[in-house]
């Protein structure tokens, strides 16, 4: 059993980032996929012996055939469908398919309606998008009750993680094995499009097949690769999946939360979403999405979010050599831990105020703006007076996420950042922007002020609130 220390500091965290070339994540990748996604032991191998590297170039010691290499193979395809054009056509998707399910919704209209669980509402609606915007629209239609196997296997996860015994948690590994089977059923209904000799489909076409060129990508890839069965391949789509939405989606909720049960703050979202509407006199709203996610306000409270509900663990180990942290060795092989909950929620690190308007277990919607003449930094370390050349010239706030290195890390740090970092914000403000549009919301007077995070999920994520958030819900009239 290996040391592990872990790491608070942000100078010391800091310092880890900087070693990442000598950094290796692999307990975390035999944690996926042994553990969290039942991937197969052969293809968990064939995975976790690729040692050709994330880069064009395989590693000088990589002996290794082009088409053998997954873990290069794989990053490619997420890289195209996570930057560039290829997140633009996503996020637009995703925007589109959740507008359209919201406007949809059965039950709701301009009369009030109660709510046993917003979160599930919210929940059950954003996965549906999301899942359809990747992955097209067969994966649900041939599997009518995926959404709900989803989310019992999501729930599962700790005990998966933990590595019970399957004959302890049963429950656990059926839900996980449930799911596997669903997106099995959905490779076999995609994969005879792979073999047509029509190879050359047009982008409509792909999308209505596979969902994405991201899919038909992955299945091309690992048809090449005699290791990765069946249920491998449905494994790493489960993965797939899961990071998609396990994490975005209770963000999105506590989001949504904060600003409907904040009155004033509602006004002012409302405001700055109101803004980037393309068709304002439209049933379904369309926004602006690049104009959306730069907004001040809508960008402080989503960072916000992050920094109060969202608790990751990130493991590393030296690869090569010990590694220094100031006073500190850290031996080769040990492992390295950095906790984001217990940074994001040190009052010795962030700006915190005894009043409470501004304690750092506090959801504070201006914590990241800056606004002119005024000094308040949001971290211990950041200068008094704020950089009046990054306010707007109306005077009005800017955000900003500046000095945040080392303090900040909801998607990770170093050379192993979320790769869906930038879908997520778009996904998360996006869901905002339209429930704040679609509905008007009242949280019950039990649920208003005592809402709470799940810590049972500590370090596996964005918590989930403890218990159900009854509510009321109407419709708007746009």
């Not at 220094?324 to 031996?331: E, F, H, R, S, V």
């Amino acid at each position: 059993m290996s040391d592990i220390y872990i790491v608070t500091g942000p100078e010391y965290i800091n310092m880890v980032w900087k070693q990442s070339h000598n950094l290796r994540s692999e307990i975390y990748r035999r944690l996926v996929v042994y553990n969290m996604f039942g991937m197969p032991d052969d293809a968990a191998q064939f995975y976790l012996s690729d040692d050709s590297g994330i880069n064009m170039t395989p590693s000088p010691h990589a002996s290794i055939e082009p088409s053998q290499r997954v873990k290069y193979l794989t990053h490619q395809t997420m890289s195209k469908l996570l930057t560039g054009p290829g997140l633009t056509i996503l996020a637009e998707k995703f925007a589109a398919n959740l507008a359209e399910q919201f406007v949809a919704v059965k039950g709701v209209t301009t009369e009030w309606r109660d709510l046993p669980d917003l979160y599930t509402f919210m929940r059950d609606e954003l996965f549906r998008a999301t899942v359809r915007s990747i992955c097209g629209e067969n994966l649900l239609n041939l599997n009518g009750s995926f959404c709900e196997d989803f989310w019992v296997f999501d729930k599962a996860l700790a005990s998966l993680a933990k590595r019970f015994p399957r004959w302890t948690v049963p429950s656990a590994y059926a839900a996980r094995d449930k799911c596997i089977a669903e997106i099995r059923i959905w490779h076999e209904f995609i994969r005879p499009y792979l073999e047509d000799e029509n190879m050359n489909r047009t982008p409509n076409e792909i999308s209505k097949i596979f969902g994405t060129e991201f899919i038909k990508s992955r299945q091309e890839m690992w048809s090449k690769m005699d290791r990765m069965s069946p249920q491998a391949m449905a494994s790493e789509d489960l993965g797939v999946i899961w990071g998609a939405n396990g994490n975005s989606i209770p963000t999105a909720f506590w989001l949504v939360l904060e600003v409907f049960r904040n009155p004033s703050l509602l006004v002012k979202v409302r405001k700055e979403v109101a803004g980037c509407l393309r068709t304002p006199q439209s049933v379904q709203p369309s926004f602006d999405l690049p104009s959306l996610c730069s907004k001040p306000l809508l960008q402080s409270i989503y960072t916000e979010t992050l920094r109060l509900y969202v608790s990751t663990s990130m493991i590393r180990s030296p690869e090569n050599a010990d590694i220094k942290l100031g006073p500190w060795i850290i031996p080769k092989g040990a492992l390295i831990m950095i906790p984001s909950f217990v940074v994001h929620h040190n009052k010795a690190l962030w700006s915190d105020v005894s009043d409470g308007s501004r304690s750092v277990d506090t959801f504070c919607p201006d914590r990241f703006l800056r606004y002119p003449g005024l000094s308040q930094p949001i971290t211990t370390r950041a200068p008094a007076i704020p950089d009046l050349r990054k306010v707007d010239s109306s005077g009005a706030p800017s955000f900003s996420s500046e000095d945040l290195s080392g303090y900040f890390m909801p998607y990770g740090g170093g050379h192993g950042m979320c790769p869906g970092r930038h879908f997520a914000k778009q996904e998360i403000i996006n869901a905002l922007a339209i429930m704040v549009t679609l509905f008007d919301i009242e949280l019950s007077e039990t649920a208003a002020g005592k809402v709470r995070p799940d810590m049972g999920g500590f370090g596996m994520g964005a918590l989930k609130p403890k218990g159900k958030v009854a509510a009321r819900i109407r419709r708007r009239k746009i």
